[in-house]
């Protein structure tokens, strides 16, 4: 079950970190940065920062 739902758009989401990182599409934070220097990349999604690291 979807117990925990989206205020802005009323998406529902089975995991409280889903939501979390949901909830980011909304507000633009991208809290997942690069660590090499120069690169400044920053990703809402830190599977997104995963894969961007093995490029």
Excluded: A, D, M, W
Excluded at 19 to 25: A, D
Excluded at 27 to 53: A, D, I, M, W, Y
């Amino acid at each position: 079950s979807k117990r925990y739902r989206c205020n802005i758009c009323g998406k529902g989401f089975s995991r409280p970190s889903s939501l979390t990182t949901h909830t980011y599409s909304h507000t633009g934070e991208k809290p997942f940065k690069c660590t090499v220097e120069g690169c400044g990349r920053q990703f809402s999604v830190v599977s997104n920062l995963r894969r961007h690291g093995k490029v």
